[in-house]
């Protein structure tokens, strides 16, 4: 039997020749990755997970680079780590963060890597993570994901620091020599910044924003950069007139809040920037003003107590909201004019807040105005700020019908004008029959304001008081300051107005004698003619002496000196500038007392010589920001030094913070009244000119009526 032998021919290629790794395992050509035997010991960590075969010229130590090029094998790289995600648990994912630092430290470039983000279970480029072991919503921190070797990778790739706003020097810097690439790495992470600067800390917002500005004016620019938004060809207009503008690609949805987040930062956007043109611009009339006082009234009475609180400090740069209406501006359309650039015109969309004025369409009436004011500030939506408005109580409903009629005068102003001034003469009666009840002791914030004044000139009347002992406060900002007034100046009016509450008293059987006002014992169940006592009390004016205590440590507020007891209390007198007497329940609240040294206080009483009235002027330069407290050592705190004279000497009178926001409070209240006065003056003259104008053309049709009816005879 003859034996054939037969050849059988395989065929192998490159890709499937079986190689030696590093770690001793064998893998096809295709899987491997050649890297130096000189930095085999440099990557312990990885040489166990990467298949990595070394590369030698010395015959026996590795492959020589020949053969490893004809078999097509890749030197190593970082993204090569990206297929271990994948191939590996998560329990060992800090081992591929550590082959990373590894791969880094050989000097290799990190292009296309990928990490995990534990947090949001994703791969994502490492340029997206930030240091840090704390930052922004949303922001993958590599420190806090993987501890200290995550630390070590990031300080490697040189990832910016989330809390530090120098990790964007770079940036600004690249921005300020416009080298930026649009399109590139630093416009996503100026992106990136944008979006999230909300989430920032407010201290990390100041520092990056403190950064931007410093790295523009050392470069000598005068402003910071405009920011466009979507708009290619108006960022070429402006830079065509030497304006640095940068155009940021965006979806719409996100408009809104990167140009929020653009103006905080310190860009300038383009309706900020260039002359504003206002065409046909008008205040509010008066009926509209008192109108949009009486929806702000009512929409605050619908807030809770803190969310009142949060509307005051939100609306705290558009000042108390007594003077909302007096900054609101209609017109038909604005507009920015940007010399330079061929007198180019920017398009503002209304409603546009300009440096303390709302600028609103000229069709607008208050109610809308006032959500749209609401809704631009961002303490509700326009639809929810109009549809709470409609549930205002107004207490004239007739000037809402005028403003809704264009301000024709087909209705009657009477009963309005009439409820104002019997409400103002109420306001003014200092009634003391027993009669009436506490309604008839309420006071208005100028008779208050007038009362206080003349007491500024002649002194006043002390009442003995417990003593409280009181700590130190700290002093507050002056944004907190504003606040307070603004609050401040609502719980005066309304406790003005409330009056105080009045109680009786029987009075002893020796004390007792006739009283021939039978209503006043029928009142308290009494059928006796025993003397009932009347007591006043102002429930919200608390203690003084407490106030005065707690506000200056139980020194006096003119020469400084502090009493101390036997017992450790600390004894201060209350100088009341109005003297407690009928009338002036409310003399207990600050706006009406300085604290006093028993010395003092007598030279203020019986001295002679007082003026204090520099203490209303201080307060009024306070509200216009001209005023500012200095540092006095003896009081261990910020205050606000007043020029006073007691008993015909000059002297030095300390305000706390707290203390003159009561004086300013009380003027800013009854310069409300003032305007709303000076309001209604101006309807009820307006009224009485329509009613003039209307008889005149009863009288001239009348006569005219006459000629004809004479005519038609002959």
């Not at 190689?19 to 096809?28: K, L, R, V, Y």
């Not at 503008?245 to 309706?271: H, R, T």
């Not at 029959?433 to 208005?444: A, P, R, Y």
């Amino acid at each position: 039997m003859t034996k054939k032998r037969v050849l059988v021919q395989i065929k192998v290629t490159g890709n499937n020749i079986p190689m030696e790794t590093a770690s001793g395992t064998i893998i096809h050509a295709k899987e491997a990755l050649r890297l130096n035997p000189n930095r085999l010991s440099e990557i312990s960590i990885t040489a166990k997970y990467l298949p990595i075969v070394v590369e030698s010229k010395v015959e026996g130590l590795g492959y020589s680079s020949l053969y490893l090029d004809s078999l097509n094998v890749p030197t190593v790289k970082m993204s090569d780590v990206n297929s271990l995600w994948s191939k590996m648990d998560k329990a060992q994912y800090p081992e591929i963060i550590t082959i990373a630092v590894e791969l880094k430290k050989l000097d290799l470039s990190e292009s296309g890597l990928l990490i995990y983000d534990l947090e949001n279970e994703k791969l994502r480029p490492a340029t997206e993570f930030r240091l840090g072991k704390k930052g922004a919503k949303g922001v993958p921190l590599l420190e806090n994901q993987y501890g200290a070797i995550g630390r070590t990778l990031g300080e490697l790739l040189r990832l910016p620091e989330e809390n530090d706003g120098t990790s964007y020097l770079e940036l600004f810097k690249q921005m300020v020599e416009d080298k930026l690439s649009w399109g590139s790495s630093q416009q996503l992470e100026l992106f990136h910044l944008l979006k999230l600067w909300q989430s920032f800390e407010a201290n990390v917002r100041a520092q990056i924003s403190t950064a931007f500005q410093q790295t523009w004016c050392s470069a000598g620019f005068d402003s910071a950069p405009v920011l466009i938004i979507n708009n290619p060809a108006l960022t070429k207009t402006f830079r065509k007139a030497s304006i640095r503008a940068f155009n940021l690609s965006i979806n719409e949805s996100e408009n809104y809040v990167l140009e929020k987040a653009a103006k905080e930062f310190g860009f300038i956007l383009p309706q900020e920037f260039g002359i504003l043109e206002i065409t046909e611009e008008k205040v509010l009339d008066p009926s509209e003003r008192l109108l949009f006082k009486q929806y702000v009234k009512g929409y605050f009475a619908l807030l809770e107590p803190r969310e009142s609180y949060r509307l005051t400090s939100v609306m705290a740069h558009f000042g108390t909201p007594e003077t909302w209406a007096s900054k609101i501006v209609k017109a038909n359309e604005i507009y920015r004019i940007i010399h330079g650039a061929n007198n180019l015109r920017v398009d503002i969309t209304l409603p546009y807040l300009d440096n303390g004025r709302f600028i609103v369409s000229s069709g607008k009436k208050p109610k809308a105005i006032l959500a749209e004011l609401l809704s631009i500030c961002e303490f509700a939506t326009y639809r929810n700020a109009l549809r709470d408005l409609n549930d205002v109580k107004l207490p004239n409903p007739l000037i809402e019908a005028k403003t809704s009629l264009g301000g024709n005068n087909d209705f009657s102003l009477d009963s309005q004008a009439e409820a104002v001034e019997k409400s103002n003469a109420k306001g003014s009666q200092e009634s003391v029959d027993w009669k009436n009840d506490e309604q008839t002791l309420s006071q208005s914030a100028t008779e208050v304001k007038h009362k206080i004044w003349g007491g500024l000139q002649a002194g006043g009347q002390t009442s003995p008081t417990e003593s409280v002992a009181a700590h130190w406060k700290l002093g507050v900002s002056p944004e907190q300051e504003d606040d307070i007034r603004a609050n401040l100046k609502n719980e005066i009016v309304v406790a003005l107005e409330a009056g105080p509450k009045v109680y009786f008293k029987r009075l002893k059987q020796d004390d007792r004698i006739n009283v021939q006002d039978k209503s006043v014992t029928d009142e308290v169940g009494s059928t006796d003619s025993s003397l009932l006592e009347r007591i006043v009390v102002d429930q919200g004016s608390g203690n003084p002496k407490a106030f005065l205590l707690a506000e200056y440590d139980g020194r006096c507020q003119v020469c400084g000196t502090e009493l101390k007891l036997s017992s450790g209390k600390k004894w201060i007198d209350v100088f009341h500038i109005e003297e407690l007497r009928e009338g002036c329940w409310w003399g207990n609240r600050p706006f009406n007392i300085l604290g006093l040294c028993p010395n003092c206080h007598a030279l203020a009483k019986h001295g002679g010589g007082l003026n204090l009235t520099n203490i209303y002027i201080t307060a009024k330069a306070l509200q216009t920001g001209d005023e500012f407290p200095v540092e006095v050592p003896m009081f261990h705190g910020d205050f606000y030094i007043v020029p006073v004279v007691i008993a015909g000497i000059d002297q030095r009178l300390v305000l706390s913070k707290i203390h003159l926001s009561h004086f300013a409070a009380l003027l800013v209240a009854a310069d409300e009244e003032a305007e709303d006065a000076e309001d209604l003056q101006l309807l009820t003259q307006s009224r009485a000119e329509a009613s003039a104008s209307s008889e005149n053309y009863v009288e001239e049709m009348d006569g005219v009526s006459c000629d004809n009816a004479s005519n038609s005879a002959v």
